[in-house]
């Protein structure tokens, strides 16, 4: 099953193209900065797949709940987590979303509904659940998003917890980014299945794939299952086709990926493809310029912020362990 193909409107696309931009712009600029041996961070890349996370989020809510892994960054700032606040949780520095504890793989942030993000593969389909369920129960209308690839859906977890969002039926949505590879491996050699949202169908479940490097497709998508969920029509399995274009993690090897299909993937890039879509629909080369030169602004103070900003105290260590009861 595949998504709509009707285009949203110009200030729709103008939004995800922003968020789509913050995510590359950041990601290049997390990359340098490794390079050039001034941050020294386990870092995920996900450059090409920058427009699946912005058309997502981009159909939420601002106090909808989102479940992502620690390749989340474009999850994270694609739901507005402020640069600053990032960029310093990811440098380790106090100033961040959890005060320079979680770092990296385990970045946080409730007020932009950023709930969890995870390290374990596939642990945040039942916490979505959770978070779901206690939608339904209060009435609130918010919709839970958990966000995973392909090298999730073979785990217990996968299978668990959409039987028991279908079952209950509960405004949460299944995003699975399949960029073919799950870390190493290459989809076909863990999975027989010729996709995974067919496994939908098993549970009586909602599934659509929809192309993951088209802003269109990948919005209409999103924004048809977020709309189901807010009415109570239960919860949808997406399926985003789209492609890693580096290492599992960054300075990895990719010679695992077979050359032609690196070429391949090369050629469908979101980046140009989301422009040239833009520029076709009377949107002009200056505003575009525009929006980058902003970005660009924005990840610059970030990172200032961040690097100035103190380490956490040794203290903190046993600060936020545990709930601590204040007598009155």
């Not at 966000?147 to 959409?162: P, Q, R, V």
């Not at 929809?210 to 029509?233: I, L």
Request: aromatic share 8%; net charge negative.
């Amino acid at each position: 099953m595949t998504g709509s193909t009707s285009a949203p409107g110009r200030e729709t696309l103008l939004d995800i193209y922003r968020r789509t931009m913050l995510i590359h712009r950041s990601d290049e600029r997390f990359r340098a900065l490794l390079t050039q041996g001034k941050l020294a961070i386990v870092y995920y890349p996900v450059r090409g797949q920058e427009v699946v996370s912005a058309g997502m989020m981009a159909a939420l809510n601002s106090d909808d709940y989102l479940i992502t892994t620690y390749r989340g960054v474009a999850d994270q700032l694609a739901k507005g987590i402020p640069s600053k606040l990032l960029w310093a949780e990811f440098t380790g520095r106090a100033t961040g979303t959890c005060k320079g504890k979680g770092g990296p793989m385990h970045i946080t942030h409730p007020e932009t509904g950023v709930m969890v993000t995870t390290g374990v593969v596939g642990s945040g389909l039942p916490i979505a659940n959770g978070l779901a369920i206690s939608s339904q129960n209060r009435g609130d209308g918010k919709v839970t998003v958990v966000c995973f690839g392909d090298g999730a859906s073979n785990i217990g977890a996968f299978h668990e917890a959409m039987n028991m969002a279908q079952l209950y039926k509960l405004p949460v949505i299944f995003l699975c980014s399949n960029n073919k590879y799950g870390e190493h491996t290459a989809f076909a050699a863990h999975t027989d299945s010729e996709s995974i949202v067919s496994r939908a169908a098993g549970y009586g479940m909602r599934g659509v794939q929809c192309d993951g490097n088209d802003p269109v497709d990948m919005y209409n998508t999103a924004k048809e299952a977020v709309d189901r969920a807010r009415r109570g029509e239960g919860p949808t399995l997406i399926e985003a086709m789209t492609f890693r274009m580096l290492g599992h993690l960054f300075g990895a090897d990719f010679s695992y990926v077979p050359k032609e299909i690196a070429e391949q993937g090369a050629k469908e890039d979101p980046i140009p493809r989301f422009r040239q879509l833009l520029l076709d629909t009377h949107v002009s080369e200056s505003e575009l310029d525009a929006i980058v030169a902003d970005i660009e602004k924005e990840i610059d103070e970030a990172v200032e912020f961040a690097l100035a900003s103190p380490f956490p105290e040794v203290d903190e260590l046993r600060v936020d362990v545990v709930k601590q009861e204040i007598a009155a």
